[in-house]
Structures are given as C-alpha cells and as structure tokens.
Antibody, heavy 116, light 110 residues
Framework: EVQLLESGGGLVQPGGSLRLSCAAS????????MAWVRQAPGKGLEWVST????????YYADSVKGRFAISRDNSKNTVYLRMNSLRAEDTAVYYC?????????WGQGTLVTVSS | QSVLTQPPSASGTPGQRVSISCSGSSSNIGSNAVNWYQHLPGTAPKLLIYTNNQRPSGVPDRFSGSKSGTSASLAISGLQSEDEADYYCAAWDDSLKGYVFGIGTKVTVL
C-alpha cells in the first residue's frame, strides 16, 4: 500500500523558514518523480514543485521560485520542501504527491500557517 | 485566475448526468494529457481520470473523461450523493514548465 506521510508544518512568522518532509513507502520510491501541491484556505489546488526520480531535474511554480527548494534522499525514501522568506499567502495545507504528470497518490497534508 | 478554465459549480439530482468542462490552450491541454482529481473536504485529493480518459483501478465507470483540441470534460453519470466534491482538471504546461490546475468545480447533489 502506498503511503505518504508529511511532517514539518506549523506556525511561522512572515520572513521565516520551514522544512517539510515526506516519508514514502509501499512503492519503488527511487523510480518516481515526487511533487508538492498546496491548498490555501478557501482556495483551489496549486502545484508548487516537482523533482525527478533521480533529483536531477526540479520545477517550481512562479509563486515560489527562488524561495522554495525541493530535494530528495532516495536512501531514506524521503522528499523535502525547504521554504524560505515565507509570506502570508504561503499559508496552506501542503500535500506530498507521487508522480510528475499523473499525480496518483497523495498524502494527507500538513498545515503551514504564516502569521505574526 | 487559473490557466485552465472550469465552471465554479455544477449540480444535479441523484441519477442524473453531470458534465464539467475544462478549457485550456495549445501549451497545456492542446499538447499534453489531461488528468482529473476529486477532492472531498478534509481528505486527500484522489486521482479520478488520467491521460484524458483512463480510470485508475477502483474508480467507478460512472466517471468518464474526454479531450478534444484544447478542451476536456469530465462526465459523471448516475450521480450519487457521495459524488459531492470538488473536481479539478490539470495538465502540464510547456510554456510555464509547470503543472496547472483548474479552479475546481464544486459538484452538488440536489
């Protein structure tokens, strides 16, 4: 059974940093791209970032480019999202997702709140 | 404002057929496959349709997808109360080099 377990969310002040982690199990993790998708309160789904299976290629939404960094550790079956210079508009539930074009499994999400 | 255009809402009575449209451009739907996701409040989103018209294992055949040119649509036939959810279309955008979602369509079963 595919499982994606996010952690690292919480309350952070504007301008602060946070690192999200996602532990994956139940599939050949090192063979798949991974992504982060978020949903702000009352809003729709927004793609944030994707990393290729090897970690060589990364992609970012314009809204987070230069502030967020995605990475992965294939020895730990874990994908990370480092978030810097956080803004109020980054407040959202962040979902860890398996896949690149077809996002076939989603974690339960972790809430990030940016507020003073 | 999203790159992919969906109606914000749709509704029907139990047993009816509901269709949701998704309009894009040559850089997304026009050149890449469309996927659909179902999101019930408080739960993780779920892949409903992939590669335009394919259903993952476990998705009822009441759900179907199609694509033509730069538009796609999701149809729910035999609408059931448990189908009340938000539905999102999505595709890779070659110009943006990113994945784009529609704004989501809230389906209400009357």
């Amino acid at each position: 059974e595919v499982q994606l377990l996010e952690s690292g969310g919480g309350l952070v002040q504007p301008g602060g940093s946070l690192r999200l982690s996602c532990a994956a199990s139940g599939f050949a993790y090192s063979s798949y791209a991974m992504a982060w998708v978020r949903q702000a309160p009352g809003k729709g789904l927004e793609w944030v970032s994707t990393i290729s299976y090897s970690g060589t290629d990364t992609y970012y939404a314009d809204s987070v480019k230069g502030r967020f960094a995605i990475s992965r550790d294939n020895s730990k079956n874990t994908v990370y999202l480092r978030m810097n210079s956080l803004r109020a508009e980054d407040t959202a539930v962040y979902y860890c997702v398996k896949g690149h074009i077809v996002l076939d499994y989603w974690g339960q999400g972790t809430l990030v709140t940016v507020s003073s | 404002q999203s790159v992919l255009t969906q109606p914000p809402s749709a509704s029907g009575t139990p047993g009816q057929r509901v269709s949701i449209s998704c309009s894009g451009s040559s850089s997304n739907i026009g050149s890449n496959a469309v996927n659909w996701y179902q999101h019930l409040p408080g739960t993780a989103p779920k892949l409903l349709i992939y590669t335009n018209n394919q259903r993952p294992s476990g998705v009822p055949d009441r759900f179907s997808g199609s694509k033509s040119g730069t538009s796609a649509s999701l149809a729910i036939s035999g609408l059931q109360s448990e189908d009340e959810a938000d539905y999102y279309c999505a595709a890779w955008d070659d110009s943006l080099k990113g994945y784009v979602f529609g704004i989501g369509t809230k389906v209400t079963v009357l």
